[in-house]
Nanobody, 124 residues
Framework: QVQLVESGGGVVQAGGSLKLSCAAS????????MGWFRQPPGKEREFVAR????????IYADSVRGRFTISRDNAKNTVYLELNSLKPEDTAVYYC?????????????????WGQGTQVTVSS
């Protein structure tokens, strides 16, 4: 089992940047694929990015590709999401999630462990 704690959210102006972190407990962090999701106000939770367990291969939602970067440091049990060129529509609660599946997936159902979320607000 793994526990996840996000940090790094805040308020930023459009065009600005933030770096989110997600610290994982446990000694088997490298056995989990990690994902970031977000839930805009009044909308459903949606996929943002995923990074594989060991090779570091990544996939991104079309809406963030080229602006956001997911990375992980298995020695620190941490996954990151760097947000650049932020837009007001990026405003959301951002969640990290862990998956034991080796199949690349953007589905919430593939992720069995979730953090509590961190708020990102982008002002225009």
């Amino acid at each position: 089992q793994v526990q996840l704690v996000e940090s790094g959210g805040g308020v930023v102006q459009a065009g600005g940047s933030l770096k989110l972190s997600c610290a994982a407990s446990g000694r088997t962090f490298s056995s989990y694929a990690m994902g970031w999701f977000r839930q805009p106000p009044g909308k459903e939770r949606e996929f943002v990015a995923r990074i594989s367990r060991r090779t570091g291969s990544t996939i991104y939602a079309d809406s963030v590709r080229g602006r956001f970067t997911i990375s992980r440091d298995n020695a620190k049990n941490t996954v990151y999401l760097e947000l650049n060129s932020l837009k007001p529509e990026d405003t959301a609660v951002y969640y990290c999630a862990a998956s034991t599946s080796g199949v690349p997936s953007t589905s919430l159902r593939s992720y069995g462990y979730w953090g509590q979320g961190t708020q990102v607000t982008v002002s225009s």
